[in-house]
């Protein structure tokens, strides 16, 4: 048997420890990300870029796999189909299949964290059908509105703004799509080159926008709902904050009248308790989707709103017993006497309320993702570190090409392909997964 000599024995080394190198500092690299969390320069490691824009053959089981952000996309903007009589069909029956599933967990998780009877359970119902035909009528809107957002549309000439309804838009977003996939599947083919290669980074770009634009607008629709669905919980203090705002603005008119010192001063103390409500009671007013603004509507905290309406109406009503002791007209007496019982039924009231905390919104989030990003950074570090130090080198010599093969096999190097993304939390080319 040939024997190697010192030299080969020496570069085999060298390229085992440099291959060791890389695969290790790039497992390094991509675990400090995770731990450093979202910076104003880099963000966590991610996986979910590279995958899906894979164009190899692995592209379509890993979209299967982690989900295509744009089909995920379009299940929830498609609305079904009409049937054989529109006149007939209501809107909340043509709502996209993949929202109305959605919607209909968030209603179920609903109901059962909060304990609802069966009277709540119903209005519960009669709101979710109502925000289904607001979201399909939206969905089919052709013509646009004053509520109807200004699009950014770039043409050759400038750009414009322009309300665009959204049917339109969801029309455009279905166009990019289907121009990037026949320069995907076609046009760089034939060529042997990608010669689309400023134009699809702007199809990209594009598409992007459209999606995250639409789902934004969708997104608001869904807080919306929640809101609807918090003000059936809260229905029972709803009527005495109304009382009490009336309270407040004829305080204010009396304050205008009243000249006795001592009765206007605790005139103040008791318009000042009623303003202290005007938070809580905005919480808990209905909002419309153009209304919801960039912030996201924070979800209802019953026990925390059923100790403070308490610990006010115990407020309210001490201070309109001290207007009572000093007043000195009878309509200042009656008014005390309104406050009083008004905040004294805004505390039964709010004992309705549950016991329990907010509703907590469900993330959804792909495990195999997960799995895929943790192997990745794990796994580089200990096959580069094992490479390294020569422990089991032939199985880490086998991980790393398996490894490498997935990769490009996800994204490979053909010519008349695009470029591979960097995924998050890369610094090198050859281990951007």
Not at 124 to 146: F, H, I, K, M
Not at 163 to 169: G, I, L, W
Not at 174 to 189: P, Q, S, T
């Amino acid at each position: 048997m040939q024997r190697a000599s010192i030299l080969t024995i020496f570069f085999l080394v060298l390229l085992r420890l440099a291959i060791g190198w890389h695969f290790f500092f790039e497992g390094v690299q991509k675990v400090q990300s995770v731990y450093t969390g979202e910076t104003l320069n880099s963000k966590p490691f991610s996986s979910a870029g590279y995958f899906r824009e894979a164009t190899g053959p692995l592209a379509g089981p890993t979209r299967w796999a982690l989900g295509d952000p744009d089909a995920q996309a379009l299940a929830l903007l498609t609305v079904q189909p009409e049937a054989d009589e529109p006149s007939r069909q209501p809107p909340h029956s043509r709502v996209p299949p993949a929202l109305e599933k959605a919607w209909q967990d968030y209603l179920s998780r609903f109901e059962r964290h909060y304990d609802l009877t069966e009277a709540q359970r119903t209005d519960a119902n009669g709101v979710l059908v109502q925000a289904e035909d607001a979201v399909v009528l939206w969905l089919l809107q052709d013509r646009p509105t004053e509520d109807t957002p200004e699009q950014k549309l770039t043409f050759p000439t400038g750009e414009v703004l322009r309300r665009v309804p959204t049917a339109e838009r969801i029309g455009q977003y279905r166009n990019k799509l289907d121009e990037i996939r026949e320069a995907l599947g076609r046009k760089m083919w034939l060529f042997g080159r990608d010669v689309e290669k400023a134009r699809m980074r702007q199809a990209k770009t594009e598409a992007a926008q459209l999606r995250t634009s639409l789902l934004n607008e969708l997104d608001k629709h869904t807080q919306a709902l929640t809101r609807e669905l918090d003000l059936v919980v809260a229905q029972p203090v709803l009527t005495p904050l109304e009382l009490l705002d009336d309270d407040r603005v004829r305080g204010n008119d009396l304050l205008k009248t009243t000249k006795d010192s001592k009765a206007r001063k605790a005139l103040q103390t008791v318009v000042n308790g009623l303003s202290g409500l005007a938070e809580p009671a905005r919480d808990l007013t209905p909002l419309k989707p153009e209304d919801i603004g960039t912030q996201r509507v924070a979800p209802l905290d019953p026990a925390t709103l059923r100790k403070r309406l308490q610990d006010s109406a115990e407020v309210l009503s001490k201070a309109a017993d001290d207007l009572k002791t000093v007043a000195n007209d009878r309509e200042l007496e009656g008014y005390a006497a309104d406050v009083q019982a008004n905040a004294k039924d805004l505390a039964t009231a709010a004992g309705q309320l549950p016991d329990v905390g907010p509703l907590e919104i469900k993330v959804e989030s792909n495990r195999m993702l997960g799995w895929i990003d943790l192997l990745t950074r794990w796994g580089l570090m200990v096959v580069g570190g094992c490479l390294m130090l020569g422990l089991l080198t032939r199985t880490n010599c086998w991980l790393a090409a398996v490894f490498l093969l997935m990769t490009y096999l996800a994204m490979p190097p053909f010519p008349w392909l695009p470029s591979a993304p960097r995924a998050r939390g890369t610094t090198c080319s050859s281990t951007r997964t």
